[in-house]
């Protein structure tokens, strides 16, 4: 009889990556307190956090902007920004976006395997802060606007609370 291979962890995927391996956290412990306000469980449970912004080292260039944090929650990766919601932030979410794709597709890329397909990368706005987003000048809310960020690959949330719904 063969035994069947058990997948690995978050966290033994996260100590396999040479720029993330010390970062670890149980549970949301790796969120600045600030940050952990609006994120919670409902259902189900946290199975470990990084803060990549806070401990990527190595190729870091001065100056360049990181996603802020990885949440595994019932064994499944969400990637979370905690940024205001102003329409000048779009276009630096859009580059952190494509920095994490680029950590993601290089270095990172086992953590893939864990990453709910379901969700993009998620831009949790700050807590109190007002979402204010008017591209191309015209404001949009709702439905509209849900559309236009995930075209930039982005999923606005006001609060997170797992498990998480797919916005429409």
Same mark, same amino acid.
């Given at each position: 009889? =063969?035994?069947?291979?058990?997948?690995? =962890?978050?966290?033994d995927?996260?100590?396999?990556?040479q720029s993330?391996?010390?970062?670890?956290?149980k549970s949301?412990?790796?969120l600045?307190?600030?940050d952990?306000?609006? *994120?919670?469980? *409902?259902? /189900?449970a946290?199975?470990? =956090?990084?803060?990549?912004?806070?401990?990527q080292?190595?190729?870091?260039? +001065? /100056?360049e902007?990181r %996603?802020?944090?990885? +949440?595994c929650?019932? #064994?499944?990766?969400?990637?979370?920004?905690?940024? #205001?919601a102003?329409?000048k932030?779009?276009t630096?979410l859009?580059?952190?976006?494509?920095? @994490?794709?680029?950590?993601?597709?290089?270095?990172?890329?086992a953590?893939?395997?864990?990453?709910?397909p379901?969700?993009?990368n998620? %831009? @949790?706005? #700050?807590?109190?802060?007002?979402?204010?987003l008017r591209?191309k000048? *015209?404001?949009?809310?709702?439905?509209?606007?849900?559309?236009y960020?995930?075209?930039k690959?982005?999923?606005?949330?006001?609060?997170l609370?797992?498990? @998480?719904?797919a916005?429409?």
């Open positions: 009889m =063969s035994k069947k291979k058990q997948p690995k =962890s978050f966290e995927l996260v100590k396999e990556i993330i391996k010390d970062c670890y956290k949301l412990d790796a600045e307190t600030k952990k306000a609006d *994120i919670k469980s *409902i259902e /189900g946290f199975c470990g =956090s990084v803060y990549l912004d806070g401990c080292t190595g190729k870091r260039v +001065i /100056g902007k %996603w802020d944090y990885i +949440i929650h019932d #064994s499944k990766l969400y990637f979370v920004e905690v940024h #205001s102003q329409t932030n779009i630096e859009e580059g952190k976006a494509k920095m @994490l794709k680029n950590f993601l597709d290089g270095e990172g890329s953590l893939k395997t864990m990453k709910d379901g969700f993009s998620i %831009w @949790l706005v #700050s807590s109190g802060a007002k979402v204010d591209p000048g *015209i404001k949009l809310t709702g439905a509209p606007l849900n559309r960020l995930a075209s690959g982005l999923m606005l949330y006001t609060k609370e797992f498990p @998480l719904k916005k429409k």
